[in-house]
């Protein structure tokens, strides 16, 4: 009986390593194509865990140094094919993007809602696609530039002889920008507080990997969080992860509450026959060329969608634009003089501000000056924005099985020394010269590139303009060291002082802090 069990074990496990055998050597004969070269770490977790144990930067930076700008690896749990070149990212985003569908990973995916538009294709993308757009267009967004300017200042106001740290500040900015863009300036304030409430629960857990394992990044982000977001931190790593289970739920419940939330405006709105002018109104009102409106699953799914949109790619930009504009103080000076006195409005011409808020020789590209750290289509710690390949297909000689997840890696392009001299040092200047085709993609590429761009790029113009003529700032404590929340940003999200100035000096009573 012993030896019948094992005969048939090991024409068991013969048969399966004859099988997947086979089905490797079928790749690789495929269409005469290979498959990338690059390493699968181990079974199922890949190199997953060595992604989460080190820079993210550190990480793909090697591995393009070692295999070249398309190399294989193995995340979350996929086998995954990752792109550092311009013509390979053009090729899976613009060129062959029909063969690539968008993925995002399932946790994630149920965080955001499965009808949300990032996580589809073909007629219902773009009819979704053109809605957002058209509701965060320049000519659409010209009627809010006082209502962000007002939550703009009421933040600088707020901030104002406390010590602030200054990515929590952006976080809640932009939350608010996405709020009164999304439902325009009459939610009731009780809507407000809970929206806010239940979202930055689903977010504490969205963007990064589940793990308490003490000196992962995740873990790191946790022990720096605030104090009132982080009652469970101090409780030892074993039982955090036996926590781990009702901590996903505490957020699925509150993912439940956000829909039911907008539920209840929903049916607001529709009770008074009330039509707005905003994201909300315009996803209601919206029919299809069979007259159907989108469901109430469909319109809450978009609107979190774009919240999330909103919320981290902007306010680490904003951080790291407060960092390098602080430490480089002519620079800064350079920026105050340029900038206009009078008040910012949308210009139809060129699509962004008027006046150019910071003159043509030092104008910030929003998304990043290439060499900082904190670029708005950076490259996350955890890969949950890429394109499943629908059929096998093929980058400059290299196979791409089907199923298999694609990544262009933008920071990395972004960073290249072929393309941008000494890319970490930060030079503003280098873009008075514009960048090589499909080098510089702060805000993607092709049909799925970001469509609220141009509210993102808005925001950030407003902050920098009363920033810059209203206050002066200094920055708590040393800010050499990068955390990853998982966007770089400076540690502990770059405490800072603010004070209020008036004709250049200092206003009475509000002097100048010391760090």
């Excluded at 063969?99 to 589809?120: D, N, Q, V, W």
């Excluded at 939610?187 to 407000?192: G, P, S, T, V």
């Excluded at 950030?460 to 920033?467: E, K, P």
């Excluded at 050499?480 to 998982?486: K, M």
Aim: hydrophobic share 40%; net charge positive.
């Amino acid at each position: 009986m012993g030896m019948a069990y094992s005969l048939l074990l090991s024409f068991l496990l013969l048969a399966l390593a004859t099988l997947l055998f086979l089905k490797k050597r079928k790749r690789k004969s495929q269409d005469g194509y290979k498959l990338p070269p690059g390493s699968m770490g181990w079974p199922y977790v890949g190199e997953t865990l060595q992604l989460y144990s080190e820079d993210p930067n550190v990480f793909f930076a090697s591995k393009q140094k070692r295999y070249g700008e398309i190399f294989k690896t193995h995340l979350l749990g996929y086998p995954c094919v990752m792109l550092a070149s311009p013509e390979a990212a053009r090729f899976v985003l613009v060129t062959q993007a029909h063969l690539f569908k968008p993925t995002y990973p399932r946790s994630k995916e149920r965080m955001i809602g499965p009808r949300a538009l990032f996580f589809h294709q073909g007629d219902y993308h773009m009819r979704l696609r053109k809605l957002v757009q058209g509701s965060l267009s320049p000519d659409a967004l010209r009627g809010r530039v006082r209502d962000i300017e007002r939550i703009v200042i009421s933040m600088l106001e707020s901030w104002v002889g406390q010590e602030v740290r200054t990515f929590h500040a952006m976080k809640k900015l932009s939350f608010d920008v996405g709020i009164l863009t999304i439902f325009g300036g009459r939610l009731d304030e009780r809507y407000k507080v809970e929206l806010k409430r239940n979202y930055f629960i689903v977010d504490k857990g969205y963007n990064s990997f589940p793990t308490y394992i003490p000196g992962t990044p995740y873990h790191k982000a946790i022990q720096v969080s605030k104090d009132s977001d982080r009652p469970a931190s101090s409780l030892p790593a074993s039982l955090l992860l036996y926590l781990q289970p009702v901590l996903v739920l505490f957020r699925v419940k509150a993912r439940k509450r956000l829909r039911g939330i907008l539920s209840e405006i929903m049916k607001e709105r529709r009770t008074k026959g009330v039509t707005e002018n905003d994201l909300l109104g315009c996803l209601m009102d919206s029919r299809d060329e069979r007259g159907e409106h989108l469901n109430d699953d469909q319109i809450a799914d978009n609107i979190i969608g774009v919240l999330f949109a909103a919320q981290d790619t902007t306010a680490s930009v904003m951080t790291w634009v407060l960092k390098f504009l602080h430490d480089h103080p002519k620079l800064l000076e350079s920026v105050r003089v340029r900038t206009p006195k009078h008040r910012v409005m949308i210009s139809s011409r060129t699509n962004l501000l008027a006046g150019t808020l910071i003159g043509p020789r030092h104008r910030f590209h929003v998304g990043g000056a290439n060499g900082d750290p904190g670029e708005q289509r950076v490259w996350k710690s955890t890969p949950d924005m890429g394109a499943n390949a629908k059929h096998g297909s093929n980058s400059q000689g290299y196979l791409i099985p089907k199923g298999w997840k694609v990544m262009p890696l933008f920071r990395n392009i972004h960073h290249n020394p072929e393309f941008f001299r000494e890319p970490r040092v930060f030079d503003p200047s280098r873009f008075e010269v514009a960048p090589k085709p499909n080098t510089f993609l702060p805000f993607g590429n092709g049909v799925h590139a970001c469509p609220g761009n141009e509210l993102a790029k808005l925001e950030m113009l407003i902050l920098i303009h009363h920033l810059v003529t209203k206050y002066r700032w200094e920055i708590v404590g040393h800010q050499g060291e990068v955390e990853y929340c998982p966007f770089p940003v400076p540690k502990h999200g770059l405490p800072a002082k603010l004070w209020r100035v008036a004709g250049g000096s200092e206003e009475a009573g509000q002097g100048r802090p010391r760090a």
